[in-house]
């Protein structure tokens, strides 16, 4: 159950910064710089430390491997091939693959590319955090508080658009609180088929090493180095010690 709980804390991160919006307003780049680098670091830090060894011990080298690289192009077809908004720099999304969804409104496309970004994220998101669980308690916690930290900037960008379009924060609350939700969603598909083997679970660590990495490098660290260089470097250091020392 506390598996299930941090996860759905994890989920939950993404309307708190909807909220966070509602209440304060954009925070300054400073502070969203180093909040994503932080999320970068720490989320290095438990899939090259943590999943990578786990998996190592509990599979072979070469399902390692494999999984690793599987997750890894697992989030490279959804960037390829699926429409969806991402955080570019503070208070701006890049739109990708737009043409592939066909909606006239463009506040409703832009709900729609972004909750698919969110959401397609969160998925392999959540298996991460079962994965860690399954390794140990530490590392699953560790995995939920980055994967929350760094979903705090993803309900900012998704709030921002829509609540520019008209939207009312009602629908906007449900809205980022329905794509955090494929979070716990994820865990839950996780924890079904870790009772198959140790060698699944294995290769499930590594699978979500290679998702976990992809995001950091595909999003979050060019994200945080967009909006601001010195700070996401700071964010980004702090994040592998912090990852380093605990686990």
């Known amino acids: 159950m506390s598996t299930l709980m941090y996860s759905f804390l994890a989920g939950l991160s993404t309307s708190l910064g909807a909220v966070i919006l509602m209440i304060f307003g954009e925070p300054s780049e400073k502070i969203l710089a180093i909040l994503i680098g932080f999320a970068a670091g720490i989320m290095t830090a438990i899939s090259v430390f943590e999943l990578l060894p786990e998996a190592l011990e509990l599979s072979s080298l070469t399902n390692t491997v494999v999984a690793f690289i599987l997750g890894a192009l697992l989030m490279y077809s959804f960037d390829k091939l699926l429409p969806h908004s991402h955080l570019s720099s503070a208070g701006h999304l890049v739109t990708e693959n737009p043409e592939k969804l066909k909606v006239q409104s463009p506040l ?51 709030a921002g658009p829509l609540k520019s379009g008209g939207a009312s924060n009602t629908k906007i609350l449900l ?38 990495l992809y995001i950091v490098n595909d999003e979050l660290i060019p994200q945080s180095n967009n909006i601001h260089s010195h700070f996401a470097n700071a964010g980004i250091l702090i994040g592998i010690l912090m990852g380093f020392m605990i686990l």
């Open 108 to 158: 409703l496309r832009t709900g729609f590319l972004i909750f698919l970004g969110i959401a397609l994220h969160n998925l392999p998101e959540g298996l991460a955090i079962g994965a860690g669980f399954e390794s140990s308690p530490e590392a699953g916690m560790y995995i939920a508080m980055a994967i929350g930290l760094h979903n705090i900037p993803e309900g900012l960008a998704i």
């Open 175 to 212: 809205f980022t609180l329905f794509a955090g939700l494929m979070i716990p969603l994820g865990t839950i598909i996780a924890q079904f088929f870790f009772n198959i083997s140790a060698l699944f679970v294995g290769a499930s660590l590594a699978f979500a090493a290679g998702a976990m």
